[in-house]
Nanobody
Framework: QVQLVESGGGLVQAGGSLRLSCAAS????????MGWFRQAPGKEREFVGV???????RFFGSVRGRFTISRDNAKNTVYLQMNDLKPGDTAVYYC????????????????WGQGTQVTVSS
């Protein structure tokens, strides 16, 4: 059974930082690309970024330079470090596991976490 368990969401002021964590179990973690997505109320879930098994990363343009992704394969955990947060970053954030570093669509990923709320106030 595959599980992705997220933590680290919360309420922050604009300009602040948060680090989200996603702990995986039930899969060979190092063989999966790990994606981050977010979904704001009334909008579709959108790609944020992805990290390959060897720690290469790709990001959606609006977060590039503010967000970073890292992974610790020994701990089966992936992280999303979010800096200089803006109100437009407010969303539920999800981690997902997939078989390709090049996947950027929701339906291309195999497993999903439960989501964690990030709220950025002005």
């Amino acid at each position: 059974q595959v599980q992705l368990v997220e933590s680290g969401g919360g309420l922050v002021q604009a300009g602040g930082s948060l680090r989200l964590s996603c702990a995986a179990s039930g899969l060979t973690f190092s063989r999966y690309a790990m994606g981050w997505f977010r979904q704001a109320p009334g909008k579709e879930r959108e790609f944020v970024g992805v990290i390959s098994g060897n720690s290469g990363t790709r990001f959606f343009g609006s977060v590039r330079g503010r967000f970073t992704i890292s992974r610790d394969n020994a701990k089966n955990t992936v992280y999303l470090q979010m800096n200089d947060l803006k109100p437009g970053d407010t969303a539920v954030y999800y981690c997902a596991a997939g078989t390709s570093y090049y996947y950027a669509s929701v339906n291309e990923y195999d497993y999903w976490g439960q989501g964690t709320q990030v709220t950025v106030s002005s």
